[in-house]
């Protein structure tokens, strides 16, 4: 008879390590919110921030790694920083999380669900860069020719942005209405991801469809936003001190509205 081996590991399929859920039912799909829940998107990111001082942290800590990727030169840069996105708003969104649950915040378990969740979100980056790159070419190629991409990497001259201002214009606004559908999927995939095991393509397609239903809410989200950058440009710009960590928390208050029952 043979005897189990004590220094055996498991044979049990071990899932997903995913944080306990705040507070409220997860629905599973979007939900539509009143229009002036976009405005109130900023007022419960600040309540979150001001709830915990660790967010602060957290918040300096993605900025600073955005700001070494912004010293590399821009064909290394910019795909770096499409790539970590979602690794950004996703470690926000487990901070915020466990804000919300009056747990305390722990550097360990956000990069442990990082981690746990890496594969996903890698591969909703690549998505996002992929994507952002064939909407680059579609906007600008037929405007500016294959030399108009270097626009993008900053390696235009002068004379030639001086010759083509109208044609770099037009390129430029048909990027921007292209790149929205683009960032609409991608704004709330990452909580979906990390905070509900949500795999990336399906997240990309959840959050797409979550923005579209409140169309109205974010556009008031959009009007509060500007009015609030011109509120805060105007004490010499020390007022984005505090409204980016506050329009990088949105997100996540964002989610919480969409994707869950009640108000925050």
């Not at 049990?12 to 799909?29: C, E, I, K, N, T």
């Not at 990069?111 to 980056?125: I, M, S, Y």
């Not at 790159?133 to 190629?141: F, H, K, M, R, Y």
Request: aromatic letters at 10%; one cysteine or more.
């Amino acid at each position: 008879m043979s005897h189990p081996n004590p220094y055996q590991p498991p044979q049990a399929p071990v899932l997903d390590y995913l944080p306990p859920p705040a507070p409220g039912r997860f629905l599973g799909s979007p939900r539509r919110v009143a229009g002036a829940r976009g405005a109130a998107w900023y007022g419960e990111a600040w309540r979150l921030l001001m709830a915990h001082a660790g967010l602060w942290l957290v918040i300096l800590a993605i900025i600073a790694v955005l700001a070494l990727t912004a010293i590399l030169p821009p064909w290394a840069g910019l795909p770096l920083q499409y790539l970590l996105f979602p690794f950004t708003l996703a470690a926000l969104a487990v901070a915020c999380d466990v804000v919300r649950r009056g747990a305390p915040l722990r550097v360990d378990e956000i990069l442990a669900v990082l981690a746990e969740r890496g594969g996903q979100l890698f591969l909703l980056g690549l998505l996002y860069l992929i994507g952002i790159t064939l909407v680059s070419v579609v906007a600008i190629v037929p405007l500016l020719g294959w030399s108009g991409m270097g626009v993008l990497l900053g390696d235009v001259p002068p004379p030639y942005v001086a010759e083509l201002f109208m044609p770099l214009m037009l390129a430029m606004l048909l990027l921007l209405a292209l790149s929205l559908p683009l960032l609409m999927a991608v704004w709330l995939a990452p909580a979906l991801v990390v905070l509900n095991g949500v795999a990336a393509p399906a997240a990309m397609g959840t959050s797409l469809v979550g923005c579209i239903r409140n169309i109205w809410p974010f556009f008031l989200y959009g009007v509060a936003g500007l009015v609030l950058a011109l509120a805060a440009t105007l004490p010499l710009l020390l007022g984005w001190l505090l409204l980016v960590p506050v329009i990088m928390v949105t997100s996540y208050s964002a989610y919480r509205d969409i994707f869950f029952e009640g108000n925050l």
